[in-house]
């Protein structure tokens, strides 16, 4: 392990692929993003290996070669863990661990293992155990490897598949349990809910590590964790915030990522009630971020998932203090100008065009822009508050002072 800051950090390795649906810049842009939620899980990336092939090798996830490179290099340098950016199936992860002879793990369960660590209050850990369980289940026959020695004989044929048996039967009755579990839960927090009164909802809605825990701070004043890792919130937190004289309850909720475990979106689909049933969704956007179009794209997909793609909703691009275009030497006649070369300013007459209107561009590190953001989050709670309840229009002025 390597030793940084007073922080110990297990040596791992980054195995991806090259496909026809995954280019070499696709490829280069997840394996980036597997390296922070290494970072984020306590891990050092020593080197990264991607093979260009047509589809995953089913029994290995990369070719032979490419393996007996990779185990190479695991053994001359130490390396702990190797972590695939696809989900490994069981036999895959078993026949790899058997080559590599090194704890084997894939996005999907770095992920899991980040949600556990980040997991503080109750209900935050059930949905991950919950998730961790269903993940677990079909890896249990994989993971009796001390009964490879077993070949059969006298004696030699029950015990280890009535172990395995019982064990599935233990995992499959408390996957049951936590979802009761849950269930009690989600309907002791919907009384909550509705416990709130008449207030207009508003709920920050985003990739993972976009700001939105930042400018949750920012507006309401309050300490909420917010941390340059991913998933540094899993608990969605509500506060009531005053604008002018205008009251609103904002929740902050988990930050999306592409490729979301299933089990984790099916998990957590319950603590996005709040997005659900929320009356304004500030789409938050690192637009320092090269591919943050897709990052809103596939924030998109899974409030359409929710059925909340239709909600009013404000587009808050952040860390404008971070942005820097792409630039063209004059000189440069071969070069076409792309969206990486926008400036700011014409990223946001495109996205005022886009959101009619609809969309801010702020640093809520920083601090800029934040009473241009202030006076729109103020007008449009206003108007849901207004259209709710006419009788109140002159308590509140169409502009804040």
Request: proline fraction near 3%.
């Amino acid at each position: 392990m390597l030793e940084k800051e007073d922080i110990l950090y297990e040596r791992t390795i980054l195995v991806g692929l090259i496909t026809k649906q995954q280019d070499e810049d696709k490829a280069t842009e997840y394996l980036d993003e597997l390296e922070f939620l290494a970072y984020t899980a306590g891990g050092e990336v020593i080197k990264r290996f991607v093979q260009k092939m047509e589809m995953p090798n089913p029994k290995t996830f990369i070719g032979s070669g490419k393996m007996e490179e990779v185990r190479a290099f695991v053994d001359e340098h130490d390396i702990g863990t190797a972590i695939f950016d696809d989900e490994l199936s069981p036999a895959q992860q078993k026949n790899i661990e058997r080559i590599l002879k090194c704890k084997i793990i894939d996005r999907t369960n770095l992920i899991l293992d980040i949600f556990a660590q980040r997991a503080k209050t109750s209900y935050a850990r059930t949905q991950v155990e919950l998730a961790q369980y269903e993940y677990l289940l079909p890896r249990l026959a994989g993971m009796w490897t001390h009964l490879e020695r077993q070949r059969g004989g006298i004696g030699m044929r029950g015990p280890g598949e009535t172990e395995i048996e019982t064990d599935r039967r233990i995992v499959r009755d408390r996957i049951a349990l936590l979802k009761k579990k849950l269930e009690k839960i989600d309907r002791q927090m919907e009384v909550q809910r509705g416990n709130r009164g008449s207030l207009v909802r508003v709920a920050l809605v985003g990739y993972t590590n976009v700001g939105k825990s930042t400018l949750m701070n920012v507006i309401s004043k309050s300490d909420v964790f917010a941390e340059n890792k991913l998933f540094a919130t899993l608990d969605t937190t509500v506060r009531k915030v005053v604008i002018g004289n205008l009251p609103f309850l904002l929740s902050d909720t988990v930050g999306f990522i592409r490729k979301l475990p299933t089990q984790l979106v099916e998990s957590f689909k319950s603590t996005l009630d709040e997005v659900r049933e929320a009356d304004l969704l500030l789409h938050v956007v690192d637009i320092s971020h090269p591919s943050f179009e897709d990052h809103i794209a596939s924030v998109n997909k899974i409030l359409d998932e929710i059925d909340t793609a239709d909600k009013p909703t404000l587009m808050v691009f952040n860390k404008i203090d971070a942005y820097v275009p792409e630039t063209i030497d004059k000189d440069d006649l071969v070069t076409e100008k792309t969206e990486a070369h926008f400036s700011l300013a014409e990223w946001r007459r495109t996205w005022m065009s886009r959101m009619d209107g609809d969309a801010i561009f702020i640093s809520a590190l920083n601090k800029e822009n934040m009473e241009e953001f202030r006076q729109l989050v103020y007008q449009k709670v206003r108007d849901i508050h207004v259209t709710r309840f006419p009788y109140n229009n002159f308590l509140y002025p169409e502009v804040i002072e």
